[in-house]
């Protein structure tokens, strides 16, 4: 069976994506896939391998996309300025890609070299950031595990609606990062005692 003239892997993954974004990432499967680009699931099947590789896909291009958020926001200083920068991007892409967000932990293997590569990247980008601070190799990669499950927290939270009092969320948001930020300034406070 010949591919269809005008689909291709990236057309299918944009697809995936906005209808991540708009429904959430369980609503593609491969069949409301090939609905929305009006063919036949087996058509996919000339770009794709299955589902698998669909979900696998996705968590790639949304890492590589939040990744590219962070990169166009980063400042290029370091320390408190670029933790700021950094967490108010991550929380306003997941706000902007809620589904493709929800899709980078929902690789089928996430030990997967490609996987890895893509969410290394991010890593690296903010222990850059943290380069400033007095923090061993293991303390910066501490650091960078609390700073992502405070913004994945929040966002989460946030997504499902679970900000209900009359608080504005920005103003909540960036009191928590203030909060990581004097946390790590005291690090930095006693190291030099």
């Known amino acids: 069976m010949s591919p269809r003239v005008g689909l291709d ?16 990432v369980d609503s593609v499967t491969l069949s409301s896939l090939a609905k929305q680009l009006n063919i036949r699931p087996p058509s996919l099947y000339n770009h794709i391998e299955g589902l698998d590789e669909l979900k696998k896909e996705l968590a790639i291009h ?3 996309k939040l990744y590219q958020s962070l990169v166009e926001a980063d400042t290029h200083d370091k320390g408190d300025l670029a933790v700021r920068t950094l967490a108010l991007a991550y929380v306003h892409f ?6 493709l ?3 980078t932990f929902q690789a089928p293997d996430m030990n997967d070299p490609d996987v890895q590569l893509a969410g290394s990247k991010i890593v690296d ?5 943290l380069s400033v601070y007095p923090l061993k190799k293991d303390e910066a990669l501490h650091a960078v595990r609390g700073l992502r499950s405070i913004l994945h927290g929040f966002s989460a939270i946030e997504q ?7 608080l504005d969320v920005d103003v909540s948001l960036n009191f928590i990062i203030d909060s990581f930020i004097r946390g790590l300034d005291m690090e930095e ?3 030099k005692r």
């Open 189 to 191: 406070d006693e190291n």
């Open 160 to 166: 499902q609606g679970g900000f209900g009092l009359p």
């Open 125 to 129: 980008l903010v222990v850059d950031a």
């Open 94 to 99: 997941v706000r902007l890609h809620p589904g």
């Open 101 to 103: 967000y929800e899709a």
């Open 9 to 24: 892997t990236e057309t299918i993954i944009k697809t995936a994506v906005e209808m991540a974004d708009n429904n959430g």
């Open 62 to 64: 949304g890492l590589k």
